[in-house]
Nanobody, 123 residues
Framework: VQLQASGGGLVEAGGSLRLSCAASGGTFSRSSMGWFRQAPGKEREFVAA????????YYADSVKGRFTISRDNAKNTVWLQMNSLKSEDTAVYYCAASTRVFIPTTRALYNSWGQGTLVTVSS
């Protein structure tokens, strides 16, 4: 599956952004989907993921209660709604697809990656 992330930008602390990830080809509707992020000088880290139906979700502690992941299989799209943004949320955000049935939180378990979209939160 090919993935195209979009929606990044510059936002003030406390603001909101919604990232989108459009999928084409492959088996999007049967894939678990995840969002990761990579800040300058840091490792890429898990942010959020959901299973093929969207019925099960999982979040990193650092974003729990502020970010929401969702999907629409009819539109081949997954979103990441980010509220109450903080300066430490500044990073390049990547969407990824996994053929695993359970919700993976490890980078190695994802098969396909989008190109990334930059989110900058000003304090």
């Amino acid at each position: 599956v090919q993935l195209q992330a979009s929606g990044g930008g510059l936002v003030e602390a406390g603001g909101s952004l919604r990232l989108s990830c459009a999928a084409s080809g492959g088996t999007f509707s049967r894939s678990s989907m995840g969002w990761f992020r990579q800040a300058p000088g840091k490792e890429r880290e898990f942010v959020a993921a959901l299973n093929w139906s969207g019925g099960s979700t999982y979040y990193a502690d650092s974003v729990k209660g502020r970010f929401t992941i969702s999907r629409d299989n009819a539109k081949n799209t997954v979103w990441l709604q980010m509220n109450s943004l903080k300066s430490e949320d500044t990073a390049v955000y990547y969407c990824a697809a996994s053929t695993r049935v359970f919700i993976p939180t490890t980078r190695a378990l994802y098969n396909s990656w989008g190109q990334g979209t930059l989110v900058t939160v000003s304090s």
